[in-house]
């Protein structure tokens, strides 16, 4: 299976590579394509191409690469649910093709083979999706995870119209071998549309949509005759399921469907200016796959965003600044039953959980560009707060954080066949103001361990350095190739500290 998934994906890359070379005869320069392929406008407006009409205008050459990455992190400061560590190996491939008749291609592959490592009070994938509801344990252990990414887009000028649309689908499989032993495996289908209307020269109106489809299936088992754990069904803040959790087989099932509608104005295909505006719901239930199958929670999930971006240059030099608004609120609705011998019936279903984010993000933009280099500075403030809270237990945390950060890019051409670009970046968070009620589970120490430990990295202050070094050669007659590292290091006031590596190698045409 996992030979077949690289063999795609080889297949894919040398199909696009073909192609394009069929197209572009005459093919620039190594510096040349290596701007275009990590322009930097695109980097700082990345969240703006949520609107797909844009990607006409997204580069102004066609590009591909091929490449095989290595990462690894180790954390003594960490979120229990999430793991102290992380390996992972992954082959990926993704285009970028600008047609003749102004239209352009893109699409992208990869497959991701990982490990999760010592994560406890969670059997699941896709924790940031599923909210609280997932299961946990107090014994936990590394999972094992697959991650098999497919996407593909097209978009078209026609006149003053344009319209673009793309289809990405992820699949992902996780299991872990020591009892619970959980079992995998999710199904997540996005497709975007939008389309632009030029109402006035370089003036652009436009309007798009996403639609999501999300479906995880879980089974757990128990192997060992001696001493099973308990498998918890959490519900949020040190609270579960007291009627479902068991040491029992069981199996769920995660049902998702979402929708996002949004609207964008913007001059010269948002290179000059660009102002953006969505709103986006999600809601995804859980359920206990019996025969019937009951109902367990729903967790219903509402996003607003507004964002604009200003660019202003004068001779080799460029000035950008952007702002973004962005909240979510997450409400979860818990079911409850009652039985009676071999009479089991919904007796209620009650509102309990709340979660609310809002993000205030500003960041500026300075580039200076030569005929063999280019410099951009980019600086950025956050504004961050959390509220959780729960309506049975009083258990709340409300978190306000302030961060800052500071980026560099420098990419230098040493001469036609070699060019190396540096990127070393700054970030600190500082907690501004909280406020805890937490409540101790008087059934299970081990859950309260949990939650204080989570509590004490939350109200934690950190410092983060990084740098990614890459370095791009060219020879004669074959495709370039470059090698990339990055590290990162996160100091913690508690005296912890994370660090992160990876490594790339691949070939661009």
Known sequence: MKNRYINIIAIISVLFCAEINAQDMTAPSLYVNRLAQRDMNIVFGQEFYANRAFMTGYNSSSFSELSINQQSS?????????????????????????LKNDAVLWGSASYTTQKQKNMKWNENLDRHILGPYVLGDSIGGT???????????????????????????????????VDPRPKNTTSDLNVRLGVNYNVYRDYELGVYTKLNKYTQNTSIKFVSLLGKPIAYHLT???SYNYYFSSANNMSMIYDGLGYDIGGTFAKNKGKDFLIQASFGQFDIKKGYSTNPSKDMSELKTKNYTLGAIKYVDFDEHRLGAKINYVLSESRGTESFYSKVGKLEEKIAEKELYKFIRSDIYTSLFYQYSTEVSRLVISPSFTVEQTDEKRRDTFAKQRFTYLHYGLELDYMRQLNQTNIVTVTPYFKVRNLKEDTVNMVDSYKSPAMTEWTRNDLAINTSNYQSYGVTARYDVKFMNIPAMFAQIQFEQTKYNVNKTNNYIGMSLGVTF
Do not use: C, H, P
Request: aromatic share 14%.
């Open 143 to 177: 999972m094992k995870q697959e991650v098999y990414q497919f996407s593909g887009g097209m978009a078209k000028q026609f006149d003053k119209w344009t319209v673009g649309g793309e289809v990405s689908y992820v699949a992902k499989s996780g299991y872990r071998e």
């Open 74 to 98: 180790r954390k003594d400061a960490y979120l229990i649910q999430d793991g102290d560590g992380l390996d992972a190996f992954k082959v990926n491939t993704s285009s970028y093709r600008r």
């Open 236 to 238: 949020g803040l040190g």
